[in-house]
């Protein structure tokens, strides 16, 4: 088993809806969690950093951490057609640096105008 | 601001073949670390390297090898190429000395097809 999982998709929405994006991990070290975004042949973008359990908000986007539960989310607002891309999570213990993470292996979404 | 840069970005070798890839920090970054990202899965860390020394590895094997330079750019050499290792290639970079942020700055990646 895998030490982060995340739901394969593809996912399909109409702009305008709001995404849901989840990742569950079964390593209780993780203590950073991020979210990349990658488009088709390009290199991961990272979209937010979350640090321990909580919420976090930047513009459209919106990472929530519930350590007890070891589940994360990304959350879309009004998506737009741009966002259509592959989102990985990715997780880091506290006792390594920034260089060792540990990936999901990815959303697809399409965002239909 | 410079970001990661990378190259070759396409590359075709044949089985047993030895492949260097090169990847430049983004400005200001001294760790480097590599990732191998197999088609619809997720990246997979190989290595990372910070005061030119290899300071962390997944699980790789030894054919799997690299070198920081003075520089702070580094090199990822595959030796006796597997079509297994057909793959993106990342580089990442980030800021020892900022911190366990998590946050890591990646280039495009080298596509390497082993035929």
């Known amino acids: 088993q895998k030490e982060v999982e995340q739901d394969p998709g593809p996912l399909s929405v109409p702009e305008g809806a709001i995404v849901s994006l989840n990742c569950t991990y079964s390593n209780s070290a993780f203590q950073y969690f991020m979210w990349y975004r990658q488009y088709s042949r390009k290199g991961p973008e990272l979209l937010m950093y979350t640090y321990s359990s909580g919420n976090k908000e930047d513009g459209r986007f919106t990472a929530q951490v519930d350590k007890s539960s070891k589940y994360i989310s990304l959350f879309i607002r009004d998506s737009q057609p741009s966002d259509s891309a592959t989102y990985l999570c990715a997780m880091t213990p506290l006792d390594t640096n920034a260089g060792k993470s540990t990936f999901g292996d990815g959303t697809t979404l399409t965002v239909k105008p | 601001d410079a970001g990661v840069t990378q190259s070759p970005t396409h590359l075709i070798k044949t089985r047993g073949q030895q492949v260097t890839l090169r990847c430049s920090p983004k400005?200001?970054?001294?760790?480097v670390s590599w990732y191998q990202q197999a088609l619809g899965q997720g990246p997979q860390f190989i290595f990372q390297?910070?005061?030119?020394?290899?300071?962390q590895r997944g699980n790789f094997p030894d054919r799997f090898s690299g070198h920081q330079f003075p520089n702070y750019s580094s090199e990822l050499n595959v030796n006796a190429l597997l079509l297994g290792d057909s793959a993106l290639y990342l580089c990442?970079?980030?800021?020892?000395?900022?911190?366990?942020?998590?946050?890591?700055?990646f280039g495009e990646g080298s596509r390497l097809t082993v035929l």
């Open positions: 400005s200001g970054h001294d760790t």
């Open positions: 990442a970079s980030s800021l020892k000395g900022a911190g366990n942020t998590g946050e890591l700055f």
């Open positions: 390297y910070y005061e030119e020394e290899e300071r």
